[in-house]
Structure formats: C-alpha cells, structure tokens
C-alpha cells in the first residue's frame, strides 16, 4: 500500500519556524517530482513549494525566501523548512507526488499525505 505520511506541524508564533517531514512507504519517489500544498479554512487548497528528483525547486510568491523544500531520496522523503511564519500561513499542509502534468496544479498529484495542521498565531 502506498503511502505519503506528513508530520511536523503544531502552534508556532509568528516569526517562528516549523519543519515539515513527508515519508513516503509503499513505492519511491526517487524519480518523482514531490511538492508541499496547503489549505486554509474556507479556501482552496494551493500549491506551496515543490522540488524535482534533482532538486530543481519553485515556490509560490507568498513563500518565497521564507520558504524552502528539500529532499532526500535515500529515505523516501521530502521536508519544508518554514522560517518567519505569518499568520496567513496558517493553513493544513500536504505533501505529495507528481504523476503527470503541471507542478503547481493538484489535479498532476497522484498520491497525497493526510496532512498535517500549522497554527501561527499573531
């Protein structure tokens, strides 16, 4: 069974930083663009960071240089490094693997972790 687990989240202040972890179990990703997604309450779900099996990233402007996705094939995992969080990124965060298509649309993800909750308070 294929499966992406994402973990690290938790209440962080504003300023603050998280790291994010997504382990990948069932199959590698080795090959496999993987990217982060996020979802605030009463919104829709949008692409964050995302970063190829060689490491080539791009990220969302909102991100950007606060940011950072990185890998490592050797463990089936890829993390997000959060630095300076706001409270605009308060959001449930997922990770996920590219099957075909765009990196920045979901609907190119094949697989999905469950998520994993950030809270950054003001």
């Known amino acids: 069974q294929v499966q992406l687990v994402d973990s690290g989240g938790g209440l962080v202040q504003a300023g603050g930083s998280l790291r994010l972890s997504c382990t990948a179990s069932g199959r590698t990703f ?6 982060w997604f996020r979802q605030a309450p009463g919104k829709e779900r949008e692409f964050v960071a995302a970063i190829t099996w060689s490491g080539y990233s791009n990220y969302a402007d909102s991100v950007k240089g606060r940011f950072t996705i990185s890998r490592d094939n050797a463990k089936n995992a ?17 990770c996920a693997a590219l099957g075909s298509g765009h990196y920045y649309s979901q609907r190119s993800y094949s697989y999905w972790g469950q998520g994993t909750q950030v809270t950054v308070s003001s």
């Open 30 to 35: 080795s090959s496999n663009t993987m990217g």
């Open 78 to 94: 890829v993390y997000l490094q959060m630095n300076s969080l706001k409270p605009e990124d308060t959001a449930v965060y997922y």
